[in-house]
């Protein structure tokens, strides 16, 4: 009888239907975050040998990248610049020219629904390859805070929703959230989605954004152990 609560139940194990419905936790499409690495000065996507499959794509083409994803139901990216025009403080990044704020004017004008997160650091700007404006041998932490304060309102006036600031500064979140507030973006959330450690462990992402950093982050990033 295949009315029987018994029956049924068996049916349910067997198709995997009592399964989904008791899972607590579902991965979709729509919960992942893409992160575009796009680069200035290039024509053609330029492979990353130590991330195989991912590419730095020229500027030209982020929109066509931004509109395949939402087809195939991305909902967010995360967007990493990677500047031909770096200097000691990385200032290309408060320029509303720049390529920072192109990116992000871009992808909403490509696809306006899509979540864009700026990720916001020096790294990638910086002629040294630091996460901020370097002092003697070491990155001043408060210069570095001010600098970073005008990076996220400018990415915030050039429509991003969400800042990603990885830099590992003491005190960026702070700094960061009383910019917005200050200049009428207290809407926009801060995500700090990474913690960074001192390790080769970083070399393939550095990589990704053709750093130039020699040296060590140990004062400013975690101890891997």
Known sequence: NDTHPEFRF???RRTGALRDMVRETRLEVSDLILPLFVEEGIDQPVEIGSMPGVVRYPEAQLADKVTSAWKKGIRAVLL????????AEGCDTWNREGLMARMIRTVKAAQPEMCVISDNCFCEYTDHGHCGVVHGDDVDNDATLKNLQKQVVVAAKAGVDMIAPSGMQDGMIAAIRAALDASGYGHIPVMSYSTKFASAFYGPFRDAVDSNFKGTRASYQMDPA
């Open 80 to 87: 990493f610049g990677v500047s031909r025009h770096k200097d």
């Open 10 to 12: 068996r049916r349910l």
